[in-house]
């Protein structure tokens, strides 16, 4: 069984001047290369209270599956794409 706890998703908020690596958007992609998910649990945890398209957590559970995770800046959470 797999856990993966994702960083906070959120920026600082004194600006994309601030620290600048804060404010890429860059989405975070999680696949099943081995084809595992199937037989075992991978379960995708945010940071602290942040969700993932409001859910507490979200599973992969197809066998060569993915999934993708866009981070929401301004509120600290993760939309799920895919």
């Known amino acids: 069984n797999v856990t993966l706890?994702?960083?906070?998703?959120?920026?600082?908020p004194q600006g994309p001047q601030a620290i600048p690596?804060?404010?890429v958007i860059n989405p975070v992609t999680v696949v099943d290369v081995g084809g595992h998910a199937a037989a075992h649990t991978f379960l995708i945890?945010?940071?602290?209270?942040?969700?993932?398209?409001s859910l507490a957590n979200v599973q992969l559970a197809s066998a060569f599956g993915s999934i993708i995770l866009e981070p929401l800046l301004e509120t600290g959470?993760?939309?799920l794409i895919q």
Do not use: D
Request: aromatic share 14%; proline share 9%.
């Open 5 to 12: 706890n994702l960083p906070s998703s959120k920026a600082a």
């Open 21 to 23: 690596g804060q404010w």
């Open 45 to 53: 945890v945010p940071f602290g209270a942040e969700t993932i398209s």
């Open 77 to 79: 959470s993760w939309n």
